[in-house]
Structure formats: C-alpha cells, structure tokens
C-alpha cells in the first residue's frame, strides 16, 4: 500500500529570539493511500500548522515531510492540483459572486471539471449567484467544500470541515467524503471536535503540543472508550455479585440498579445479569471525547497527590 | 437526496489532465476584484486634471499671475516648481505633472501594492490561491502585472485629458513633450507602487508596506523640491525618484533617458528582490 502522506521529526517554530513558540515539535505520521485518516486535537495543537506544512504555505525547521510521494517544496503546483483543500478558517471576501469564484479557482487549476460547479452547487444548494460578501458563514462553508471536491483531487485536507453547516448538509458532506473514497481518494481530517471525524475516519492521531500522543483505529478508540451500561433488576442487588467481571469498572450499584463502564464484550455481564430478572437495560457508547479528555486530564491528575499531601499536613 | 450518488461524476467525463494554466488567471480575478475601484480612481484623476488645466486662461495665461510669482520669495518659487508657471508647459508641470497627478496615482499605487500581496493574506483571503495550483512565483508576477497596468491606464488617462483640456483652452504645447513626461510619471508612479508592493510581499506585513512605500514618496518629493536651496544640494537632489521624473523638464524636452532607467531599476529590482523572499518566506496566508 502506498504512502500518501509522510512526516518524520517535523518540527516548526514561529517567531524568532525569545518570543519563539514551537508548534510542531518532532511530529510523525504516515497516511496510507486510500484511508480516511482523523487528525485530533484541541485547537493550538499543531493541526493547522502541519496541514500548512503539507500544503507548502510554511516551510518547516527540521523533519521530513513527503506528501503523494514528493516533498511539498518540490512538488509545486502540480503536486497541489493533486490536492483538494477546506481552510478550517475560510476568509472570502468581495463584490464578486459565488459562481465567479469557483469558476476562478477552478480556473487556477486550468478550469479542470469546471462543468461540475453548477451540479455541486445544486447539491449543496448553494445559490451560486449571491455575492461572496453577503454569504453567510455556512455558504461560505459550501463555497470552501466545492472548490476541495471540484477537480475530484486525489488527496482531500479538510480542516474542520463541518462548522457552519447545517445536519442536512453534514449528512450531504459525508456522502461526498464516502463517493470520493470510494473512488480512490485519500483522505486527511483535521478536527478538534471527535464526534465530526469518528463517523468516517478509519484511523485517528491524536495530536497535543506539536506531538502524536496516540495512533489508533476507530473501533479500537472505540474499545478504549468503552461503554456506560445501566441495568435495572426487579428486585435489590448486591454489589459483588459484578465484582471481577472481565472490562466491567466503574461498577455502582444503588438498590435494583447496576451502573457500570464496560470495555470489551458484553457476554460476561449478561451471564451474571441473566441470574437476576432484568427490567430495563441501556448501553450507551462514551463519547470519544471523554477519551480525548482522558489524555489531556494526565499532567492534572499527576499533580493531584501533591495538593492532597500539603492539606493533610 | 442520496437516492443517486453514483451519478455524481459522469464517467464520460475525461480525467484532468496536467494543470495547464489558463490566461492569468490571478491577474483577471484582481482586475475583476479591483475594476470598480480603479474606474474611480480615473473619474476622479480625469476630473481634477482637466479642473486644472481649464484654469490656464484665467490663471497661467496672463502677465498678473507671472508678476505675482516674480514678486514671491525665490526660495518659494523653486520649492514650488513655479518658475516657469507663465508658459503652457510650466503652468501644466506646476500643476498637473509635477503636484496633483503624481501624488494622487502614489497614494493610489502605493496603497494598491500594499494591498495586493499583503494586505489579502493579513485578511486570509490568499489562502485558496496559495493553496492551489498556482506558484509563489506566478501569483506574485501576475498581481505585479495588474500594478504595472493600472497605473499605466491611469497616467495614460492624465495625459490624454491634458492633451485634450489643453488644446481646447488654447495651451501650445508639444504633444510628444506631454507623451513623455507621462511615462515619466508613469514611472514614477510605479516605482513607488512597486516598493510599497515589494515590502508587502516580502513580508506580509500591510501596514509596513505602506509606511515605506508613502515614506520614500514624501521623502523623495521633499528632497526634490528642497534640495536646490540647500548649498551643494544638488547631488541629494539626484537620489530622489521626483527628481529622476522631473529633473529633465520633461513638459519642454520629454523624459529623460537616464531619469527613466533608474525608475524603472527601482521598479523592476524592488519586485524582482521580493520576489525571491517571498518564494522562501513562511505564507500567513
């Protein structure tokens, strides 16, 4: 399987002298052709900045980066043509219209699939008639997502791809990132929001002061995540009766109701459970996000012991 | 809605081939972004040359207006450039070539290549074009170009008004002069357009193009018009842009050669040394 996307030790600084802040600090990734690969991370973590990196708008201080198989600096722009790109920030301004801008950046890339403007503008209803300047933050959105998929690029970077837009044009979105999979394309998704990327990404990074903290599939994201399981019994419960059940923690039991998180298959729970007269039973998946929330909650949770130790002093 | 996705991309379509560019196309979408604007600026520079030239029978052709300059003070007068104001080529040097025009097109100029390179990537609207299939190099010589030719439109409008203006109040003057001296401004223009555009590209910053590029300007008008009543001014005289524009009386004997090269190795030199920093810079685009 080919290597779309490659950094090793990529490091980036901005400012100079004692104002110097480093964004990307030793960052590492490998994006296999034809995955839909997640990139998380809060905002300041370096999302931006790497996908800059990828696109040529920054050169990076130390590191490799290989992007379809040619480094950014080399590749120009027949190496960008290849690439459709969604700003996380999409700035559009000006008295021309919506229609007069595709058509200019379809124009850049030689006019490639120009005709197509019209149809995805339909598809995304976008009136491609209004003035730039008096489109709101969601056309400006659908503005931004047409000209990434126009030209049917080989390599889709979108940043934040669904803020501002609708569940309707979400769904729609999603829809345009399957078909161009399905066909092929590679895709990278930066997003600091876990839920926007989990529903299409196959693998996801994690990435948190420049660095990938964690490198995993979804489903095993997923795993790690676990699930909230509350069962309720027709009659009082005791407590130990859950005890040592294999991915079961979190274990409360309050009368005839067991609350737990549960890691892994549900077969041992049920088996002990099915002892009891089960009334009602909900699992509900944990949000990646809490997961998320696990990494950043280390260096807090590190500190705690000392701030426990100095009140019972 | 998703009834039909697999009739998105109809497979009769034929795959892009390698980019080939089209026509410049980021120096159409400036003009189309900027035309509005432009077409005011030449209202405006038509209306205020032609307003001034009118005034020649009432104002430059008449021995009142001669006296009352002989009885200025002569430090006054050369400061001014009204030593010749009684002849149809002093009278339209003083007012047009040498005052209203020139700083009417560099504010315009140096205000337009602050904006062009930097002024769009502080405001983020550079990100697509960056991004996209278009080289450093290119975007910054086809917003270069779109300089180059809006200022040349508008000089050209300065002189064909005054052309027109002055044979309609009866000003004898040499239409080669005239055609002269507005390349001369043209140049001018264009270099000072040109640094302040320079200084953006180079470093992204707006606001720093624009204080180089009004600094040399007022700083090049000043040692033109002051130079000469300083003892031994003249070789400071011959480092500002004003004077390599004026400094061959063009109205009277058109540009001077030596004068026209070295605005144009400002023009040419600042972009062309941009241009090397910006392919190298980091974009904020």
């Known amino acids: 399987m080919s290597v779309v996307i490659r950094t090793e030790g990529l490091v980036k600084d901005y400012g100079h002298g004692t104002a110097r802040v480093r964004a990307l600090d030793g960052l590492d990734l490998e994006v296999a052709a034809g995955e839909v690969f997640g990139f998380l991370g809060p905002n300041g973590a370096g999302k931006s900045t790497t996908i800059r990196v990828l696109l040529d708008l920054l050169r990076p201080n130390a590191g490799r980066v290989e992007v379809l198989g040619t480094p950014p600096r080399v590749g120009g722009p027949a190496q960008r043509a290849r690439i459709g790109y969604l700003p996380g920030e999409l700035s559009l301004a000006g008295r021309a219209t919506a229609g007069e801008l595709l058509h200019h950046l379809a124009a850049l890339r030689g006019g490639a699939r120009a005709d197509r403007i019209a149809s995805l503008a339909e598809r995304l209803s976008l ?9 709101s933050r969601g056309n400006k959105q659908k503005v931004g997502i047409i000209q990434a998929f126009l030209h049917g690029p080989e390599l889709l970077i979108l940043d934040e791809p669904t803020s501002g837009l609708d569940p309707l044009l979400q769904h729609e979105f999603l829809a345009m990132v399957r078909e161009a999979t399905a066909e092929g394309a590679t895709v990278f998704l930066s997003s600091h929001v876990l839920s926007e990327v989990e529903v299409i990404a196959g ?17 095993t994201l997923r795993h790690h995540a676990g699930q909230r399981v509350e069962l309720h019994f027709a009659e009082p419960v005791a407590a130990d009766v859950f005890a040592g059940i294999p991915g079961l ?32 039973w909900s699992a509900e998946d944990r949000e990646l996000e809490d997961l998320f929330l696990d990494h950043y909650r280390m260096p807090v949770e590190e500190q705690e012991p000392e701030e426990v130790g100095a009140d019972v002093r | 809605m998703s009834a039909e996705p697999t009739t998105r991309r109809p497979t009769d379509t034929p795959l892009p081939g390698p980019p080939r560019p089209g026509a410049a196309p980021v120096l159409r979408w400036t003009v189309r972004t900027h035309l509005r604007t432009w077409l005011g600026w030449g209202v405006v520079l038509a209306a205020v040359s032609a307003l001034y030239i009118s005034f020649w029978p009432a104002m430059g052709d008449n021995q009142e207006m001669q006296a009352l300059v002989d009885g200025m003070p002569e430090a006054l007068v050369t400061a001014m450039g009204y030593d010749a104001i009684g002849s149809p080529a002093g009278y339209l040097e003083s007012t047009v070539y040498a005052l209203l025009a020139p700083i ?26 960056s991004a996209g299939a278009v080289s450093r190099w290119r975007l910054l010589a086809e917003s270069a170009l779109a300089l180059v030719l809006v200022t040349a439109a508008l000089a050209a409008v300065v002189g064909l008004v005054s052309i027109a203006v002055a044979n309609l109040v009866g000003m004898d003057l040499r239409t080669g002069a005239v055609a002269g001296a507005t390349v001369g401004l043209w140049l001018l223009v264009l270099a000072l357009g040109n640094l302040s555009f320079a200084v953006g590209a180079a470093t992204g910053r707006r606001g720093l193009a624009v204080a180089v590029g ?42 001077g050669l030596p004068g026209a090269a070295a605005l144009l190795a400002l023009a040419l030199g600042s972009v062309l040394l941009a241009a090397v920093v910006y392919d190298r810079r980091d974009l904020g685009v």
């Open chain 1, 127 to 135: 009136d491609l008639s209004r003035r730039i300047r008096a489109l």
């Open chain 1, 203 to 219: 693998r996801v990074a994690i990435v948190r002061a420049g660095r990938i903290v964690d490198l995993d599939d979804v489903a």
């Open chain 1, 249 to 280: 923690s979190d274990i409360e039991v309050e009368d005839r109701r067991l609350r737990c998180l549960l890691r892994g298959e549900p077969d041992a729970l049920l088996t002990v459970a099915a002892r009891f007269h089960v009334t009602r």
């Open chain 2, 104 to 129: 009417l097109l560099v504010v315009f100029a140096v205000g337009l290549g602050a904006q062009l390179i930097a002024g769009d990537e502080e405001a983020g609207l550079l990100e697509l074009e």
């Open chain 2, 214 to 255: 009004s600094g040399v300007a007022v700083a090049a008008y000043v040692t033109n018009a002051l130079a000469p009543l300083l003892e031994g001014g003249e070789w400071l005289r011959r480092l500002s842009p004003f004077h390599w524009y004026l400094g061959n009386d063009p109205l009277n004997e058109g540009l």
